[in-house]
């Protein structure tokens, strides 16, 4: 296992998430270690689904790389890795104690972005999140570990929510990329109360509409800000010397539900960016200031953290 193979997954972070990237600085080298490793494995899964969209693209043969991702992680948790990014994970589980369950629900989540992109309801757009992005939060708390006098239950089940806000402001900041692909993660049902399909969303129409279109939005938001708020007592749980690095996180990612409302909610022409200024905002809140994202409190009332 060497320092080239954490090296490898160190440029996979740094090209594909500069929020992330950033606040794991806040972390020693160790953990920043793992946590970069699993960033890697999650990455390259959802890179593999993403070439689904390009034309021309076979989805059996993205059905066999996804295939073949999956037979990596065997390898890994047998003892066996070869691959990168696969001995680095087989490090981080080793080392931290990762079991195998929560990176098998992240295949699991991105592999449903083959099948028709389409949510009815919250409570299945909730359950989608929660396997493409709480399972995140679940692997990483093993890495970032508990307080001496705190479960690892409750710790994950904070982690699982905040996962949860993350992916729902991924979602409303690509609203417009992800239509541009043929995906729409909005719920059906939500969408309809204020007089908008999937399709609508698809072709760029709700913009004609654009009072309905941004009330939609804000309500989406005000879900988003709610989850981080309820997310957030869970940061006080983790390891002190992981706790900035969550914070960083969380703050980061809910900042750009600030940047969509400044773009008076075009989430379909524009894709809302904090910044290199901006993250050098939250990198120094995290260093100085609470331990809690700044925006969550706008929100509504918390909801209740999922459980593990």
Known sequence: MSVADAQYCEKVLR????????????????????????????????????????????????????????????????GRPDSPVFREVARAAHRFGVPRAPLDELLDGVARDLDACRYASWGDLE????????????????????????????????????GTAMQLTNILRDVGED???GRCYLPEDEL????????????????????????????????????????APGIALLSPDAQRCASACAAGYASILDAIVRHDYDNLTRRASVGWMGRAGVLARAWLGPLVPATAARGSRPTAPNAA
């Not at 953990?31 to 990455?43: D, Q, T, V």
């Open 15 to 78: 090209t594909h998430s500069r929020t992330f990237y950033l606040a794991s600085l806040f972390l020693p080298t160790e953990k920043r270690r793992g946590a970069l490793a699993l960033y890697a494995f999650c990455r390259l899964a959802d890179d593999f689904v993403d070439d689904a969209t390009v034309p021309g693209t076979s989805l059996a043969r993205v059905r066999e790389r996804l295939a073949a991702h999956r037979r990596g992680l065997d390898a890994a948790y047998n």
């Open 179 to 181: 239509a541009r692909r």
């Open 192 to 231: 309809a109360a204020f007089g908008f399909t999937p399709d609508d969303v698809l072709a760029g129409r709700v913009l004609q509409q654009r009072a309905r279109w941004n009330a939609f939005t804000h309500a989406q938001i005000d879900r988003a800000r709610a989850l981080y708020a309820a997310a």
């Open 127 to 162: 359950r989608y999140c929660e396997g493409v992005a709480s399972s995140v939060g679940e692997m990483c708390t093993y890495v970032w570990g508990e307080r001496d006098d705190t479960s690892i239950a409750s710790a994950i089940a904070y982690a699982r929510t905040l």
